[in-house]
């Protein structure tokens, strides 16, 4: 596109964010047509968290449904929430209720959490939600704005910092982005917001409380008085006649209507809340014998966070504040001073550190004598913890390090476990301004993420020979697989109460180690392959390790037990490189999942005592021989003297009924019905097929390459078999799994270093 076509891009998006304005009449109109528009503080942080829709995601074992507000959709995922999703509904539950008010509307939200686990990044996520949701025709958001010239002969006017209003084209906007509906009475406001309920197809009605916000009352009053004095009939009419009073909308952002009180904002409490006095102004500007809120800078977090959201962050810092706050829910009133008092209606979100329910602690045995009592009974605190999920934190880390930020979605494990596993290629600037490509092998971001997640979860419940890999994948992909058998999570006695990712290795440590290996040369050589610039899974592993103790952030006995905790991590990540070679050593011999469909239908028929149809559409009983076949030889399960021809013994009667029709059954959730077919599930879920379509062993491997040596892999001899194998080998890492030629060299070596052993 051309520089002028991105001109136009930016038209089009302004005209579609922005309304002309319009009368108060109307804006009343338009809200008598779309009731929700009129929405309360509360209810409109809700409507735009729902509006963006939720995904089903599975999280510590446990299938969840999360809102796809806190992926941070508008923004390409780049502050998404990873993980946390029932700390994250759980927010939007008590939000539902103060919104409703039922019970919990005089309640401060509280969020908490040690560092590194997402609360900086629900801030901005939060800010780029509301922001975007306001630019739409459902999430506008409105206020008024100010003209008072004409109602005088005379040239006064309104003055909002130090520009007076010169004619009646200038217009001063509520610096609080009041609610166009404060304008009217009070009895008005019941009577037209009690229409607007009954118009509202919702379980939350709207409500609009409060009055006018000084500035905007001082621009009322003057003009009420200015007609009062001509003794003008339809006094309210005037006053907010278009000439004077027009509704526009604003798009949501910080300063307005999103307030954050930064941990680095300083100033007097009344200063950091709602402003300061501009003592210059109030010397120009005299309002009947008090402080005219004109001269009033509203710059305070409450101010800008009026109508929609306001946040202290980094809480700790600002503890003064809090029991300064403790009437704003329910009250929804400050003052500028003694003699100006400002309604605030306006969703109230504390964030911090751990720190601070130390400090709200620390008169904790004081107990009815506690000051600090009516503040904690004030907070509703939601704990954001560290991720125990394998594939979030891989997820997170990439992020880190490559500034990929699109979400992960996939329709199954299966791609997600493609995404966990693959490898990263990062361009690094040396100390001589050359740049060299730097990569990641398959499994080392993943490496990484499961020893932080190990690291993190809590080994008291652990169920009789399970480690804490196997509750990282359990926790991932809310199963376990052993041999045959798929055990869900539910199958194991983990507790409740467990302190799983309350504490471990942060993201932060992680990325700082990896980030350093990117500028590290490795120590390795090959006459051909760059291999020095190709950072393996036990690079990763052996670096965060020996560096816990130069990390000031672990304690002495955290850091003696995250060491103790890297031997089953090298241990699984080793099977995974395994698998890999495996599998690119046996990938001819794979059988298709055609084959496997075929052996699925036929037994699946046997034992329900059905026929099938075959090509030419004639139903025909299942084929015994064809059964046997795929037993014999691609299960490997029995031999021919499990059969009398092919008539299957007992053990292989068994194993149709109970591995495979069950399983088929369970994860068919028995959809079977007149129009059933086997293609109707995926026969991966089967653990028993899943087995046979992608996972061989290293006897399958002695029986196929009869002269095959495992010892000779780093430099074959020329015409051996080994040398035949290492090549297709190598090429099939490439092509299966995205392996370099450099890191499929170095993880076949890894791999037959390690078979070698035990080869003979």
């Known amino acids: ?127 780029n939600g509301l922001r975007e949701y306001s630019k739409t025709e459902d999430g506008r958001r409105y206020t008024v704005e100010w003209n008072v010239a004409g109602a005088t002969d005379t040239s006064a006017g309104m003055t909002y910092g130090d520009v007076p209003v010169e004619d009646e084209d200038d217009w001063y906007g509520s610096p609080v982005q009041v609610h166009p509906l404060t304008v009217f009475p009070e009895d008005v406001r019941r009577e037209l917001v009690a229409e607007l309920n009954e118009r509202l197809d919702d ?142 209606d306006t969703q109230m979100i504390i964030i911090s550190n751990p720190d601070l329910e130390a400090r709200l602690n620390q008169h904790a045995e004081r107990a009815g004598s506690d000051p600090l009592k009516a503040l904690k009974r004030r907070l509703d605190k939601h704990e954001f913890t560290y991720l125990t999920n394998l594939s979030l934190e891989t997820e997170l880390v990439r992020r880190e390090l490559t500034n990929d930020t699109p979400v992960w979605e996939a329709g199954g494990y299966d791609e997600v476990a493609a995404k966990i596993r693959e490898p990263v290629t990062i361009s690094v600037r040396d100390a001589h301004r050359r740049v060299r490509e730097r990569e990641l092998a398959p499994h080392a971001i993943e490496a990484a993420a499961l020893y932080a997640v190990v690291s993190r979860l809590d080994d008291e419940d652990l169920p009789p020979g399970l480690d804490l890999v196997d509750k990282a994948v359990i926790f991932d992909r809310g199963y376990l697989e052993e041999g045959d058998e798929r055990r869900e999570k539910d199958d194991f006695d983990f507790e409740d109460d467990a302190e799983d990712g309350e504490a471990g290795i942060p993201v932060t440590y992680t990325r700082d180690i990896v980030a350093d290996l990117l500028n590290e040369t490795q120590d390795r050589h090959h006459p051909e392959l760059a291999v020095e610039n190709v950072i393996m899974p036990r690079d990763v592993l052996n670096a965060m390790a020996e560096r816990l103790a130069d990390a000031p952030v672990f304690s002495p006995s955290e850091r003696t037990e995250f060491e103790n905790r890297l031997v089953p991590v090298k241990n699984y990540v080793f099977g995974r490189q395994e698998q890999d070679v495996l599998e690119a050593i046996m990938r001819d011999k794979r059988v298709d999942e055609a084959t496997v469909e075929e052996y699925i239908e036929h037994v699946y028929a046997w034992v329900e005592g059905e026929t099938i149809e075959n090509e030419r559409g004639e139903a025909e009983q299942p084929d015994p021989l064809k059964m046997k076949v795929f037993e014999v030889e691609h299960l490997g399960r029995f031999d021919e003297d499990d059969y009398d021809g092919s008539v299957p013994d007992e053990g292989v009667e068994e194993f149709r009924r109970e591995k495979v029709v069950t399983a088929l059954n369970r994860h068919a959730w028995r959809m079977r019905d007149d129009e059933f077919r086997v293609s109707d599930v995926n026969v991966k879920e089967i653990p028993v097929i899943e087995q046979v379509l992608g996972s061989h062993d290293w006897d399958d491997v002695r029986r196929t390459f009869e002269d095959f040596e495992p010892s000779q892999w780093d430099d074959p001899p020329s015409g051996t078999e080994t040398e035949t194998v290492k090549e297709f080998t190598l090429r099939n890492l490439q092509e299966l799994y995205d392996y370099s030629p450099a890191s499929a060299e170095l993880t076949s070596r890894h791999v037959m270093s390690q078979v070698s052993y035990r080869w003979d």
């Not at 009343?28 to 929405?39: F, I, N, T």
């Not at 995904?55 to 959709?73: A, H, L, M």
Request: proline letters at 4%; glycine letters at 8%.
């Open 1 to 127: 596109m051309t520089g002028e076509d991105y001109l136009h891009r930016a038209d089009d998006s302004l005209r579609d964010t922005y309304e002309p304005p319009m009368s108060l009449s109307e804006y009343v109109d338009l809200l008598l047509e779309r009731p929700r528009l009129a929405s309360h503080a509360s209810k409109y942080l809700l409507e735009a968290i729902e509006a963006a829709g939720t995904r089903t995601v599975i999280e510590e074992g446990e299938r969840k449904e999360r809102y796809r507000f806190f992926d941070d959709p508008h923004n390409d995922g780049e502050h998404a929430i990873l993980g946390n999703t029932e700390v994250l509904n759980s927010f939007v539950d008590d939000l539902r209720s103060i919104a409703a008010r039922r019970g919990k509307d005089e309640k401060i939200i509280w969020l908490e959490g040690p560092t590194a686990t997402g609360k900086s990044e629900l801030k901005r996520c939060l800010l």
């Open 203 to 344: 379980h939350i009605p709207v409500h609009v409380e409060g009055r006018l916000d000084p500035f905007s009352r001082e621009a009322y009053d003057y003009l009420e008085e200015q007609y009062r004095r001509r003794n003008a009939e339809d006094l309210f009419s005037k006053v907010s006649a278009p000439e004077h009073l027009r509704v526009k909308n604003y798009v949501a952002d910080l300063g307005q209507g999103i307030g954050v009180l930064h941990s680095e904002d300083d100033g007097s409490p009344k200063e950091r809340l709602v402003g300061s006095w501009m003592h210059g102004m109030l010397q120009q500007l005299n309002s009947r014998g008090r402080k005219n809120p004109q001269a009033f800078s509203y710059d305070g977090v409450l101010s800008q966070g009026n109508g929609i959201l306001t946040i202290v962050e980094d809480a700790a810092q600002h503890a003064d504040l809090l029991q300064k706050l403790l009437n704003v829910p329910d009250e929804g009133s400050v003052k500028l001073d003694k003699g100006i008092g400002m309604d605030i």
